[in-house]
């Protein structure tokens, strides 16, 4: 059983670009929630995806996008990319109903 | 909205027990979670509280009070590798959308 991965570890933007990041969920996992990091806080969550449909999302912008495909693993867009979006993001996944939920090792973006 | 609080640090001694206290207002609450979370990596699961009362799992404990939005995680025997964030975070739904606080960065010395 794998657990749960993330591409790329880490990445750099500039001002106004666009990015897309993996989540690959755990085996037997169908929901994937993504979140955010900032340096020295608590992870902030932007938005939950169970059998490709968005399930609630967090406060932050449309700007911020996802998708999850039907082998339940996810993706996260972030479009004009902003200073203050560098951070760690995270994607855990989980059965659904499970309050158990597993992390990726996240990805590292910083925006220039 | 969610305001979740606890204390940025703390320091304790190899072998000594350290508690780190979270108190929480939420609007709707389905449980409270401790996550360990190393420099550089991803956060670990430690305890789900549903119910009030004391919930032990090995060295680490977690206690809820959900009439006065308490938590506390309590780590004994303290180890250097116990040096690391612990985050307190709330559900409000069986959908299990967690707000963290902002972590508690627990230092282990020698």
């Known amino acids: 059983e794998t657990g749960v991965t993330q591409s790329p570890t880490h990445l750099i933007k500039t001002r106004g670009q666009q990015v897309t990041l993996r989540c690959s969920s755990q085996s037997g996992h169908n929901t994937v929630s993504w979140y955010q990091q900032a340096l020295g806080q608590g992870p902030q969550f932007i938005f939950q995806y169970y059998r490709e449909e968005e399930n609630g999302r967090g406060n932050f912008p449309p700007r911020f996008s996802g998708l999850q495909f039907p082998n339940y693993s996810s993706e996260l867009n ?8 560098s951070a760690l993001y995270l994607c855990a996944s989980s059965e659904k109903g ?10 590292r973006l910083t925006v220039l | 909205g969610q305001n979740i609080d606890q204390p940025t640090e703390m320091t304790a001694t190899e072998g000594a027990i350290v508690q780190i206290n979270c108190t929480y207002q939420t609007s709707g609450f389905n449980g409270l979670f ?25 060295r680490f404990s977690s ?7 308490y938590s506390y995680l ?9 040096s690391a964030s612990y985050l307190c975070a709330v559900s409000r739904s069986n959908d299990y959308k967690l707000s963290f606080g902002a972590g508690t960065t627990v230092t282990v010395r020698a």
């Open chain 1, 78 to 85: 972030v479009n004009a990319l902003e200073l203050d979006d």
């Open chain 1, 98 to 107: 499970s309050p158990e939920q597993f992390f990726g090792p996240g990805t």
């Open chain 2, 34 to 58: 401790w996550y360990q979370q190393h420099a550089g990596e991803a956060p670990t699961f430690l305890s789900y509280n549903v119910l009030d009362g004391l919930e032990e799992k090995g």
């Open chain 2, 63 to 69: 206690f809820l009070s959900r009439s006065k939005g």
């Open chain 2, 74 to 82: 309590l780590l004994k025997e303290l180890q250097m590798k116990d």
